[in-house]
């Protein structure tokens, strides 16, 4: 069975920061893309970033470039999310997911976790 499990969210107060995980299991993801998307309350999913497993290969929506980086460790099929600088607008459920191809079109995934809660306070 496949699965995708976040883990790492939380409340922080803005400023902080946090780093999300996202343990892949059930199948081998190395000829996937993980990218990583949230949803606010009342707001449509948005992209965030997304990676690969065998390269340097990165893309990320502009209001989190230079302040999240995402990351992956081959060795335990896990992919990051690191999140620094935090702002009030960050708070989302965050998710994980894999896609064929590295994209931000959430169409383009095939695989999805259920998501993790993060908070931050102003």
């Known amino acids: 069975q496949v699965q995708l499990v976040e883990s790492g969210g939380g409340l922080v107060q803005a400023g902080g920061s946090l780093r999300l995980s996202c343990a892949a299991t059930?199948?081998?993801?190395?000829?996937?893309?993980m990218g990583w998307f949230r949803q606010a309350p009342g707001k449509e999913r948005e992209f965030v970033a997304a990676g690969t497993w065998t390269d340097s290969t990165t893309v990320y929506v502009h209001s989190v470039k230079g302040r999240f980086t995402i990351s992956t460790d081959n060795a335990k099929n896990t992919v990051y999310l690191q999140m620094n600088s935090l702002k009030p607008e960050d708070t989302a459920v965050y998710y994980c997911a894999a896609s064929r191809v590295i994209a931000d079109d959430a169409q383009r995934y095939d695989y999805w976790g259920q998501g993790t809660q993060v908070t931050v306070s102003s």
């Open positions: 059930g199948r081998t993801f190395s000829s996937y893309a």
